[in-house]
């Protein structure tokens, strides 16, 4: 199994995996065309916490967890966990609030958009053009000479932060659950209606995401890596696991009587294209300069990578933002404040990754 998944066939298994939970973790009760967004899961978790105050989308979610969990599992059985951090962590955490507040102008992450898209919604046509676009923006910061510096090895300790504090919040979860008609428990926030409303089974989306975090871990699965590898070096081995999980997803839709084509009147969706476009070109770029996309800096956290923590909790601390000031999109499209956002978000990436080169770090 070691060597399987991390060969190409492997990769495509991991990717059929996840098309296919994804759809039925919308089945079970997460939000349509939603069963699995790391930003939006995220998003959810920061309100959950009271970082915002968006009643509609606060809940715990359990996959982002597993997630964590699941690779750091993974990991120590691989004997592939490494304690490590010190890579520019302060650009890390601002790259992490960026990429979400272009991925809630979009309203989803790459897997998200490729779960819309499985879905029928036409409007992520335009985010995953907008995804390629950022991303091989990222690339030309690469070839010339963009880098953030090397990790340093450190306390193993370090490395145990980001999983004992999902940990953390399984505990809150269990100890303070949702009390009927209150959008507010003991510890955490909870929706009454609305995205945060919706979800599958505690023990369902657990366990999901325990196992999509070990299959990801091992098998290096990464939307923006597969992009960026496609335009920098030609190579499709990781591409072929997207194509899967879009496919897995959209038949699995299709037996499932999941499948709406159109472009309006898409749950949790707009149709302001450019926008759309633009949302994901940032998250895109964004994913692209820190090495990783939201899914895969979570699997990194869960095996010792201390600057993919400071990563999420620039996303989770991004949300938070995105919800106070009003930058994050509704199905009534992009707000002016999101787009003076993206403007803002497309100068502060252009600065970091022309400044921060080899020679200079």
């Known amino acids: 199994m070691k060597q399987f998944l991390s060969t190409r066939w492997g990769i495509i298994a991991v990717g059929i995996f996840i098309g296919i939970i994804a759809s039925l973790l919308q089945f079970w009760g997460n939000p349509p065309n939603m069963g699995i967004c790391v930003a939006c899961f995220e998003r959810d978790i920061a309100g959950a916490l009271g970082l915002h105050r968006a009643a509609v989308v606060q809940y715990m979610r359990p996959e982002i967890i597993g997630f964590v969990l699941g690779s750091f599992a993974s990991a120590y059985l691989f004997k592939e966990f490494r304690s490590r951090l010190g890579s520019a962590p302060i650009v890390r955490f601002v790259l992490g609030v960026f990429a979400m507040i272009g991925a809630l102008v979009f309203l989803g992450c790459p897997w998200r958009a490729l ?175 820190a090495g990783g996309c939201p899914g895969r800096q979570l699997f990194l956290s869960g095996e010792g990578d201390g600057d993919a923590s400071i990563f999420v909790i620039g996303m989770i601390v991004g949300a938070g933002v995105a919800h106070n000031f009003g930058l994050a999109s509704s199905p009534a499209g992009a707000t002016t404040a999101g787009i003076a956002a993206l403007v803002v978000g497309f100068a502060v990436c252009a600065f970091i990754g022309l400044t921060m080169k080899a020679n200079t770090a």
Not at 157 to 165: D, E, R, V
Not at 188 to 204: D, I, K
Request: contains cysteine.
């Open 115 to 289: 779960l819309r898209l499985a879905g029928g919604d036409g409007n992520a046509i335009l985010g995953l053009l907008g995804l390629t676009v950022g991303i091989w923006i990222g690339t030309i910061f690469l070839k010339n000479g963009f880098n953030l510096g090397r990790s340093n090895k450190t306390h193993t300790t370090a490395g145990w932060i980001m999983p004992l504090i999902m940990l953390g919040f399984l505990v809150m979860m269990l100890f303070s659950p949702p009390i009927a008609g209150e959008n507010q428990s003991r510890l955490l926030f909870y929706s009454l209606e609305g995205p945060g409303s919706m979800y599958a089974p505690l023990a369902v989306s657990l366990v999901v995401g325990l196992a999509i975090g070990f299959l990801a871990q091992k098998s290096r699965f990464c939307t923006m890596g597969a992009i960026r590898d496609l335009i920098l070096f030609k190579q499709t081995h990781l591409f072929g696991g997207l194509v899967a999980l879009a496919v897995a997803a959209f038949l699995t839709n299709l037996i499932l009587g999941q499948f709406n084509p159109g472009f309006v009147g898409q749950p949790v969706a707009h149709n302001m294209h450019f926008w759309n476009f633009a949302g994901m070109s940032l998250a895109g770029l964004a994913f692209a300069l």
